[in-house]
Nanobody, 126 residues
């Protein structure tokens, strides 16, 4: 059973930065995909970034250039560095895990994750 725990959210002013962390455990696969998504209450979940265990990242167009996803397998921690934040980035950010390569769970318009953390809130004020 995979367990995911996010941290690092908080309140920041427009233009600021945050680094989110996701500590995970219970991963049995040597090949897996991890990702970050965000959701505003009442709206659909939006993918932010995904990364394969071999380090190949993919970013959503809306945040490309402003975020960096990274994975430290030695500490079982997934990171999301976010820069140049604006109020539209306010959301609950959650990390996700799925065994196998990211390409295996890509369905044309997104990635199908079934294992999620509870999320961490990011609030950006103008």
């Amino acid at each position: 059973h995979v367990h995911l725990m996010e941290s690092g959210g908080g309140s920041v002013q427009s233009g600021g930065s945050l680094r989110l962390s996701c500590v995970f455990s219970g991963v049995a696969s040597t090949t897996y995909c991890m990702g970050w998504s965000r959701q505003v209450l009442g709206q659909e979940r939006e993918e932010v970034a995904v990364i394969d265990v071999d380090g190949s990242p993919d970013y959503t167009d809306s945040m490309r250039g402003r975020v960096t996803i990274s994975l430290d397998t030695s500490s079982s921690t997934l990171y999301l560095q976010m820069n140049s934040l604006n109020p539209e980035d306010t959301a609950t950010y959650s990390c996700a895990y799925e065994p196998g390569p990211c390409g295996q769970i890509y369905y044309g318009t997104g990635y199908f994750f079934q294992n999620w953390g509870q999320g961490t809130q990011v609030t950006v004020s103008s």
